[in-house]
């Protein structure tokens, strides 16, 4: 059964930074291309970055490309978002979501996510 545990989530000042993770298990974790997603208060899910199963490639939404930054570890079946430079336009629940195939790192392209965990960014 898959699972996917987020955790890291808490609160920041605007300007300061997070590091998500991910733990994954139940699946052949190495084999899957991962992403992040959120969901602001009163909106829709957002696709925010993904990475295909091997690393090779990684993707970012606008909106956070050149602070956000995803990795994983398939060695400890684990997923990271290093978010720098934090706005508060991004407090949201944010989650993990399994992708489709090895190279489903985009947009839409998931077919299990976790419980999220909630980022604040506050002054």
């Known amino acids: 059964q898959v699972q996917l545990v987020e955790s890291g989530g808490g609160l920041a000042q605007p300007g300061g930074s997070l590091r998500l993770s991910c733990a994954a298990s139940?699946?052949?974790?190495?084999?899957?291309?991962m992403s992040w997603a959120r969901q602001a208060p009163g909106k829709g899910l957002e696709w925010v970055s993904g990475?295909?199963?091997?690393?090779?490639?990684?993707f970012y939404a606008d909106s956070v490309k050149g602070r956000f930054t995803i990795s994983r570890d398939n060695a400890k079946n684990t997923l990271y978002l290093q978010m720098n430079s934090l706005k508060p336009e991004g407090t949201a629940l944010y989650y993990c979501?399994?992708?489709?195939?090895?190279?489903?790192?985009?947009?839409?392209?998931?077919?299990?996510w976790g419980q999220g965990t909630q980022v604040t960014v506050s002054s």
């Open positions: 990475i295909r199963s091997d690393g090779s490639d990684t």
């Open positions: 139940g699946f052949t974790f190495s084999t899957y291309a």
């Open positions: 979501a399994k992708g489709r195939s090895w190279g489903a790192a985009t947009s839409g392209r998931y077919d299990y």
